[in-house]
């Protein structure tokens, strides 16, 4: 299984509305990341947790919440959010460690704050 | 600093091959990546150079030059799905993590 799942693929929500992202992956990585893309941009590293510990937050306002609940799961809780915060929400693993670690990404969640 | 360069947009034809450059600028580096994004679609993983030379990969192939900051991506056969845009993406060792810094990707058309 070489497979990073994501739910919902879609979202819209409200600015008054809490919601959350999942991410799923059963390959063992034991590192997991929140990026943010925008139309036409590459992708922005939002959080990185790795052996379950949050170990980087690249300045990410309060609003969005990461939560990593064991190995295989990465939660992006989202709450009071901003209309330009409409983007696409990817998610990656890797390997903590060796060479060659790759990062998988999942398909993403497009997410519309109206 | 951190700086990753690369064309924005490049055209070919069905068939041929093209080569799509990289430079970059960062603190420490531990490996170029590759990564191949269609519209909507999330990046999936093209290849990976960590030592100077080149790495083939059936039609597609990675060159690395750590001396000079530079890497290509080289597509031979071009088939219209491989319209798409890739983004090379440095896993540079400052920082906590040695996560991976993106280009803006170059977006590559391929035209029959």
């Known amino acids: 299984d070489t497979e990073v799942t994501q739910t919902p693929k879609h979202l819209v929500m409200g600015m008054t509305n809490k919601k959350s992202l999942k991410c799923e992956q059963h390959?063992?990585?034991?590192?997991m990341y929140w990026y943010k893309q925008k139309a036409k941009k590459p992708p922005e590293l939002m959080f990185v947790y790795s052996y379950e510990k949050l170990s980087i937050n690249e300045s990410v306002p309060s609003r969005f919440s990461p939560e990593c609940p064991n190995s295989s799961l990465l939660n992006l809780h989202l709450h009071a959010l901003q209309p330009e915060d409409s983007a696409l929400y990817l998610c990656?693993?890797?390997?903590?460690?060796?060479?060659?670690?790759?990062?998988?990404f999942g398909p993403g969640t497009r997410l519309t704050v109206t | 600093g951190q700086n990753i360069d690369q064309p924005t947009e490049m055209t070919a034809t069905e068939g041929a091959i093209v080569q799509i450059n990289c430079t970059y600028q960062t603190s420490g580096f531990n490996g170029l990546f590759w990564y191949q994004q269609h519209a909507g679609e999330a990046p999936t993983f093209l290849s990976y150079n960590v030592l100077d030379g080149l790495e083939e990969k059936g039609r597609f192939s990675s060159f690395l030059s750590r001396s000079k900051g530079y890497s290509y991506l080289l597509l031979k056969e071009l088939q219209m799905k491989d319209s798409a845009s890739y983004l090379c993406?440095?896993?540079?060792?400052?920082?906590?993590?040695?996560?991976?810094?993106f280009g803006k990707g170059t977006k590559l058309s391929v035209k029959p």
């Open positions: 390959m063992g990585h034991r590192a």
């Open positions: 993406a440095v896993r540079d060792l400052e920082g906590s993590q040695g996560n991976l810094i």
């Open positions: 990656a693993s890797s390997q903590a460690g060796g060479l060659s670690y790759e990062q998988y």
